[in-house]
């Protein structure tokens, strides 16, 4: 089992330090675990809890599940079997509150709100408290859940007064549904964990989020290596090779760096033992500013969102 120092990040109001690079439950995993009908919410799907256990090997501590992920009893077993103290991990979970995509809509898991949601988390992965818990996107409608935004966020705020979770955030939140909770919140969203990578920076949720003390965490950093997601012949696509040859890193260490440099929280996923472990080399190289800056640069002549187009480029 590998045993090393993680960097972290530190929360403005609790203090916890949490560590600066987190593995994921979604995307890849989530696909695995919808896919197999027989497993659902309550029953771990044994690739996944080995996948799960393989990171927790790689000495990933910082772990990210969410209602609609179905992965909240596959995290938890592989927490379990791993035999390591529950205090040395950092559990994050999401409020599913129902979504609007491609013409659909989705339900809430939860719909009377996120406190229903974390007494079910918490009985599925047998803890007596998460890390951290988020809504997890910005879907308020009749449809999806049976509470507002604002109604949502004061069961948060009953959640971390009754210590269910030690910190509570957002995810997906765009700045005006931020400060519509900054209305009427006594204790402000922690975390905002967004898609952000260098073909989608972010740049006004950042700013704001950096000047209100909100840690951001990026989801998808990778994006800008899969011409899957991206399409080919990128403007970055010279440049990072010349980079990863410059710092004789592979593409994803170099968009992960540049993630983390830029002070957010990237969080990443992979099947591949190997590919886990690596991750950790982000924290043994730096960046020069004059390449950063250049990443950033050229990063920004293009833009990718590859989630919820349909809520925040409404107005472009
Ligand atoms: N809040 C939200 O709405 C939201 C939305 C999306 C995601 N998330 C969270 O963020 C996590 C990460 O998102 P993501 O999966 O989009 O992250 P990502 O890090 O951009 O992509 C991960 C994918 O990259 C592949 N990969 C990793 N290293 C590689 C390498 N060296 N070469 C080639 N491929 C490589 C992995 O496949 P292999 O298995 O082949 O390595 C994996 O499928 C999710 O799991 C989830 O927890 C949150």
């Given at each position: 089992m590998e045993s090393r120092k993680i960097p972290t990040f530190s929360l403005s109001r609790s203090g916890d330090r949490i560590p600066a690079i987190g593995f994921g439950s979604g995307t890849k995993q989530?696909?695995?675990?919808?896919s197999d009908l027989r497993y659902g919410m309550k029953h771990a799907h044994p690739a996944l809890v080995q996948t799960f256990k393989e990171a927790i090997d790689a000495g990933f501590r910082h772990l990210d599940t969410a209602e609609c992920y179905l992965t909240r009893i596959d995290v938890g077993t592989a927490v379990e079997q791993s035999g390591i103290d529950r205090s040395e991990f950092w559990i994050t979970d999401k409020w599913d509150q129902g979504w609007l995509m491609d013409g659909k809509v989705f339900k809430s898991r939860s719909p009377s709100g996120p406190y229903e949601s974390i007494k079910k988390c918490l009985e599925l992965m047998h803890l007596s408290h998460l890390n951290l818990f988020l809504i997890h996107g910005p879907y308020f409608?009749?449809?999806?859940?049976?509470?507002?935004?604002?109604?949502?966020?004061?069961?948060?705020?009953?959640?971390?007064?009754?210590?269910?979770?030690?910190?509570?955030?957002?995810?997906?939140?765009?700045?005006?549904?931020?400060?519509?909770?900054?209305?009427?919140?006594?204790?402000?969203?922690?975390?905002?964990q967004i898609e952000y990578h260098l073909y989608l920076q972010q740049k006004e949720i950042v700013d704001f989020c950096k000047k209100n003390d909100i840690l951001v965490e990026a989801f998808s950093p990778l994006t800008p290596m899969f011409s899957d997601r991206v399409g080919k012949n990128r403007p970055l696509n010279d440049i990072i090779a010349r980079l990863c040859k410059k710092y004789n890193v592979e593409p994803n260490l170099l968009l992960l760096r540049w993630v983390?440099?830029?002070?957010?929280?990237?969080?990443?996923t992979s099947s591949n033992p190997q590919r886990m472990?690596?991750?950790?080399?982000?924290?043994?190289?730096?960046?020069?500013?004059?390449?950063?800056?250049e990443l950033q640069r050229i990063g920004q002549t293009f833009h990718y969102r590859g989630f919820f187009e349909n809520y925040f480029e409404r107005k472009e």
């Amino acid at each position: 089992m590998e045993s090393r120092k993680i960097p972290t990040f530190s929360l403005s109001r609790s203090g916890d330090r949490i560590p600066a690079i987190g593995f994921g439950s979604g995307t890849k995993q989530k696909r695995l675990k919808h896919s197999d009908l027989r497993y659902g919410m309550k029953h771990a799907h044994p690739a996944l809890v080995q996948t799960f256990k393989e990171a927790i090997d790689a000495g990933f501590r910082h772990l990210d599940t969410a209602e609609c992920y179905l992965t909240r009893i596959d995290v938890g077993t592989a927490v379990e079997q791993s035999g390591i103290d529950r205090s040395e991990f950092w559990i994050t979970d999401k409020w599913d509150q129902g979504w609007l995509m491609d013409g659909k809509v989705f339900k809430s898991r939860s719909p009377s709100g996120p406190y229903e949601s974390i007494k079910k988390c918490l009985e599925l992965m047998h803890l007596s408290h998460l890390n951290l818990f988020l809504i997890h996107g910005p879907y308020f409608t009749k449809e999806t859940c049976n509470v507002t935004v604002e109604e949502a966020w004061k069961q948060m705020e009953q959640i971390y007064e009754e210590g269910l979770a030690d910190n509570i955030g957002v995810s997906n939140f765009d700045v005006p549904l931020l400060k519509r909770v900054f209305k009427v919140c006594k204790y402000k969203p922690q975390v905002d964990q967004i898609e952000y990578h260098l073909y989608l920076q972010q740049k006004e949720i950042v700013d704001f989020c950096k000047k209100n003390d909100i840690l951001v965490e990026a989801f998808s950093p990778l994006t800008p290596m899969f011409s899957d997601r991206v399409g080919k012949n990128r403007p970055l696509n010279d440049i990072i090779a010349r980079l990863c040859k410059k710092y004789n890193v592979e593409p994803n260490l170099l968009l992960l760096r540049w993630v983390y440099q830029s002070g957010v929280l990237p969080l990443t996923t992979s099947s591949n033992p190997q590919r886990m472990k690596y991750t950790f080399k982000i924290f043994d190289f730096e960046l020069e500013p004059e390449d950063f800056n250049e990443l950033q640069r050229i990063g920004q002549t293009f833009h990718y969102r590859g989630f919820f187009e349909n809520y925040f480029e409404r107005k472009e």
